[in-house]
Protein backbone atom coordinates (compact mmCIF):
# COMPACT_ATOMS: atom_id res chain seq x y z
CA UNK A 1 0.00 0.00 0.00
CA UNK A 2 1.37 3.07 -0.99
CA UNK A 3 -0.30 5.56 2.09
CA UNK A 4 -1.76 8.74 2.14
CA UNK A 5 0.07 10.48 -1.05
CA UNK A 6 0.01 14.36 -1.07
CA UNK A 7 1.49 17.01 -3.78
CA UNK A 8 3.25 19.04 -3.66
CA UNK A 9 5.78 18.27 -0.80
CA UNK A 10 6.67 21.28 -1.08
CA UNK A 11 4.99 24.94 -2.01
CA UNK A 12 6.67 28.56 -2.20
CA UNK A 13 4.77 31.32 -3.33
CA UNK A 14 4.13 34.59 -2.91
CA UNK A 15 1.29 36.83 -1.05
CA UNK A 16 -1.98 37.01 -2.62
CA UNK A 17 -1.35 33.89 -4.92
CA UNK A 18 -3.86 31.31 -4.90
CA UNK A 19 -2.67 27.43 -3.32
CA UNK A 20 -3.99 24.36 -3.70
CA UNK A 21 -2.62 21.26 -2.09
CA UNK A 22 -3.93 17.32 -3.29
CA UNK A 23 -3.85 14.50 -1.12
CA UNK A 24 -4.99 11.08 -2.06
CA UNK A 25 -5.94 8.95 1.05
CA UNK A 26 -5.29 4.92 1.13
CA UNK A 27 -7.55 3.02 -0.87
CA UNK A 28 -10.61 1.50 0.76
CA UNK A 29 -10.42 4.44 3.36
CA UNK A 30 -13.77 6.43 3.52
CA UNK A 31 -13.04 9.03 5.76
CA UNK A 32 -10.25 12.17 5.04
CA UNK A 33 -8.70 14.67 7.30
CA UNK A 34 -6.88 18.21 7.00
CA UNK A 35 -4.58 19.09 9.34
CA UNK A 36 -2.28 22.48 9.64
CA UNK A 37 0.40 21.75 11.92
CA UNK A 38 2.73 25.06 12.97
CA UNK A 39 5.03 25.70 15.65
CA UNK A 40 2.64 28.29 17.49
CA UNK A 41 -0.82 26.40 17.60
CA UNK A 42 0.69 22.76 17.38
CA UNK A 43 -1.62 20.13 15.01
CA UNK A 44 -5.24 21.69 14.31
CA UNK A 45 -7.64 19.63 12.28
CA UNK A 46 -9.19 22.02 9.34
CA UNK A 47 -11.44 19.84 7.99
CA UNK A 48 -12.55 16.15 7.46
CA UNK A 49 -15.22 14.26 5.33
CA UNK A 50 -16.85 10.91 5.68
CA UNK A 51 -17.79 9.27 2.59
CA UNK A 52 -16.92 12.34 0.40
CA UNK A 53 -18.76 14.64 2.51
CA UNK A 54 -18.26 17.40 4.71
CA UNK A 55 -18.50 16.54 8.36
CA UNK A 56 -16.78 19.68 10.59
CA UNK A 57 -15.29 22.48 8.80
CA UNK A 58 -15.24 24.58 12.08
CA UNK A 59 -11.65 24.70 11.88
CA UNK A 60 -11.00 26.13 8.81
CA UNK A 61 -9.59 29.41 9.95
CA UNK A 62 -11.33 32.00 7.42
CA UNK A 63 -13.11 31.83 4.23
CA UNK A 64 -9.85 32.19 2.44
CA UNK A 65 -9.55 28.34 2.62
CA UNK A 66 -11.70 25.74 1.30
CA UNK A 67 -11.68 21.74 0.78
CA UNK A 68 -13.07 19.73 -1.84
CA UNK A 69 -13.46 15.88 -2.31
CA UNK A 70 -15.15 15.06 -5.30
CA UNK A 71 -14.38 11.45 -5.03
CA UNK A 72 -12.83 9.02 -2.56
CA UNK A 73 -9.87 8.89 -4.10
CA UNK A 74 -8.95 12.59 -4.33
CA UNK A 75 -9.36 15.94 -2.41
CA UNK A 76 -8.07 19.34 -2.40
CA UNK A 77 -7.09 22.13 0.13
CA UNK A 78 -7.17 25.61 -1.67
CA UNK A 79 -6.31 28.65 -0.31
CA UNK A 80 -7.28 32.07 -1.98
CA UNK A 81 -5.70 34.28 -1.29
CA UNK A 82 -2.67 33.58 0.50
CA UNK A 83 -0.91 35.23 3.29
CA UNK A 84 2.54 35.08 5.28
CA UNK A 85 0.84 33.66 8.29
CA UNK A 86 -1.06 30.69 6.40
CA UNK A 87 2.90 29.40 6.27
CA UNK A 88 2.38 26.01 8.04
CA UNK A 89 2.77 22.40 7.03
CA UNK A 90 -0.52 20.79 5.99
CA UNK A 91 -0.85 17.23 6.37
CA UNK A 92 -3.90 15.01 4.90
CA UNK A 93 -4.80 11.87 6.90
CA UNK A 94 -7.25 9.11 6.12
CA UNK A 95 -9.48 6.23 8.15
CA UNK A 96 -11.48 3.69 7.30
CA UNK A 97 -14.16 5.16 9.54
CA UNK A 98 -16.51 2.43 11.21
CA UNK A 99 -19.85 4.30 13.12
CA UNK A 100 -18.88 4.20 16.71
CA UNK A 101 -15.59 3.76 16.58
CA UNK A 102 -12.26 5.85 16.75
CA UNK A 103 -10.61 4.92 13.89
CA UNK A 104 -6.92 4.97 13.29
CA UNK A 105 -5.59 7.74 11.17
CA UNK A 106 -2.90 7.18 8.69
CA UNK A 107 -1.03 10.71 8.24
CA UNK A 108 0.46 11.73 4.63
CA UNK A 109 4.07 13.45 4.61
CA UNK A 110 2.73 16.65 4.64
CA UNK A 111 3.15 19.66 2.15
CA UNK A 112 5.28 22.67 3.60
CA UNK A 113 3.61 25.77 2.38
CA UNK A 114 5.93 29.04 2.76
CA UNK A 115 3.75 32.04 1.82
CA UNK A 116 6.13 35.26 1.46
CA UNK B 1 -14.40 18.69 25.89
CA UNK B 2 -11.24 16.17 25.85
CA UNK B 3 -7.95 18.27 26.09
CA UNK B 4 -4.61 16.35 26.43
CA UNK B 5 -1.14 17.65 28.37
CA UNK B 6 2.49 16.44 27.84
CA UNK B 7 4.24 17.13 31.02
CA UNK B 8 7.88 17.75 29.37
CA UNK B 9 8.50 19.56 25.93
CA UNK B 10 12.19 17.80 25.59
CA UNK B 11 12.82 14.58 27.49
CA UNK B 12 17.06 13.73 27.24
CA UNK B 13 18.13 9.88 27.56
CA UNK B 14 21.28 8.06 26.66
CA UNK B 15 21.43 5.29 24.09
CA UNK B 16 20.10 1.74 25.87
CA UNK B 17 18.34 3.69 28.92
CA UNK B 18 14.81 3.54 29.90
CA UNK B 19 12.48 6.32 28.33
CA UNK B 20 9.43 7.58 29.75
CA UNK B 21 7.01 10.07 27.89
CA UNK B 22 4.22 11.89 30.09
CA UNK B 23 0.90 12.46 29.21
CA UNK B 24 -2.45 13.32 30.92
CA UNK B 25 -5.94 13.06 29.53
CA UNK B 26 -9.13 15.02 30.17
CA UNK B 27 -12.46 13.54 28.69
CA UNK B 28 -15.47 13.81 28.80
CA UNK B 29 -16.49 10.29 27.32
CA UNK B 30 -14.46 6.93 27.66
CA UNK B 31 -11.62 7.96 25.73
CA UNK B 32 -9.70 6.66 22.88
CA UNK B 33 -5.74 7.24 23.36
CA UNK B 34 -3.17 7.56 20.76
CA UNK B 35 0.75 7.87 20.62
CA UNK B 36 2.09 9.11 17.16
CA UNK B 37 5.53 9.59 16.52
CA UNK B 38 6.73 12.51 13.93
CA UNK B 39 10.74 12.46 12.60
CA UNK B 40 11.56 15.31 11.08
CA UNK B 41 10.19 16.18 8.26
CA UNK B 42 8.16 13.22 7.65
CA UNK B 43 4.46 12.46 8.84
CA UNK B 44 2.88 11.39 11.75
CA UNK B 45 3.36 7.46 12.70
CA UNK B 46 1.11 5.29 14.72
CA UNK B 47 2.84 4.32 17.75
CA UNK B 48 -0.04 2.97 19.86
CA UNK B 49 -3.51 3.04 20.23
CA UNK B 50 -5.67 2.22 23.36
CA UNK B 51 -9.12 1.68 23.17
CA UNK B 52 -11.10 0.32 26.23
CA UNK B 53 -9.42 -3.34 25.66
CA UNK B 54 -6.61 -4.05 27.77
CA UNK B 55 -5.24 -1.31 29.70
CA UNK B 56 -1.08 -2.06 28.93
CA UNK B 57 -1.25 -1.62 25.21
CA UNK B 58 1.92 -2.73 23.28
CA UNK B 59 3.03 -1.10 20.33
CA UNK B 60 5.80 -0.82 17.19
CA UNK B 61 9.37 -0.62 17.92
CA UNK B 62 8.95 -1.99 21.91
CA UNK B 63 7.10 1.24 23.14
CA UNK B 64 3.70 0.47 25.40
CA UNK B 65 1.74 2.73 27.28
CA UNK B 66 -0.24 1.81 30.32
CA UNK B 67 -4.45 3.34 30.70
CA UNK B 68 -4.63 4.17 34.28
CA UNK B 69 -8.11 6.14 34.46
CA UNK B 70 -7.77 7.04 38.45
CA UNK B 71 -4.59 9.14 37.23
CA UNK B 72 -5.85 9.82 34.07
CA UNK B 73 -2.40 9.07 32.60
CA UNK B 74 -1.48 7.28 29.00
CA UNK B 75 2.61 7.25 29.75
CA UNK B 76 4.63 6.31 26.93
CA UNK B 77 7.73 3.88 28.18
CA UNK B 78 10.69 1.58 26.17
CA UNK B 79 12.98 -0.27 28.72
CA UNK B 80 15.67 0.72 26.32
CA UNK B 81 16.19 4.13 23.78
CA UNK B 82 17.71 3.85 20.46
CA UNK B 83 19.49 6.32 18.16
CA UNK B 84 16.33 6.17 15.91
CA UNK B 85 14.09 6.93 18.78
CA UNK B 86 14.85 10.44 18.31
CA UNK B 87 11.78 12.26 17.07
CA UNK B 88 8.52 14.22 18.61
CA UNK B 89 6.34 12.39 19.96
CA UNK B 90 2.03 13.45 20.40
CA UNK B 91 0.17 12.32 22.79
CA UNK B 92 -3.59 12.25 21.29
CA UNK B 93 -7.11 11.62 22.53
CA UNK B 94 -10.76 11.29 20.86
CA UNK B 95 -13.97 10.31 23.27
CA UNK B 96 -14.65 7.45 21.77
CA UNK B 97 -16.63 6.93 18.60
CA UNK B 98 -16.18 10.39 17.66
CA UNK B 99 -13.27 10.89 14.92
CA UNK B 100 -11.52 14.56 16.08
CA UNK B 101 -8.51 14.10 17.24
CA UNK B 102 -6.89 16.44 20.27
CA UNK B 103 -3.19 16.34 19.99
CA UNK B 104 -1.09 17.34 22.74
CA UNK B 105 2.20 19.78 22.51
CA UNK B 106 4.56 17.33 22.01
CA UNK B 107 7.48 15.81 23.74
CA UNK B 108 10.46 16.44 21.65
CA UNK B 109 12.85 13.12 22.47
CA UNK B 110 16.65 12.96 22.16
CA UNK B 111 18.89 10.20 22.21
CA UNK B 112 22.51 10.52 23.35
CA UNK B 113 25.19 8.07 22.60
Known amino acids: DAGVIQSPRHEVTEMGQEVTLRCKPI?????LFWYRQTMMRGLELLIY????????DSGMPEDRFSAKMPNASFSTLKIQPSEPRDSAVYFC??????????????FGPGTRLTVL | AQSVTQLDSHVSVSEGTPVLLRCNYSSSYSPSLFWYVQHPNKGLQLLLKYTSAATLVKGINGFEAEFKKSETSFHLTKPSAHMSDAAEYFCVVSNTGFQKLVFGTGTRLLVSP
Open chain 1, 93 to 106: ASSSWTSGNTDTQY
Open chain 1, 49 to 56: FNNNVPID
Open chain 1, 27 to 31: SGHNS
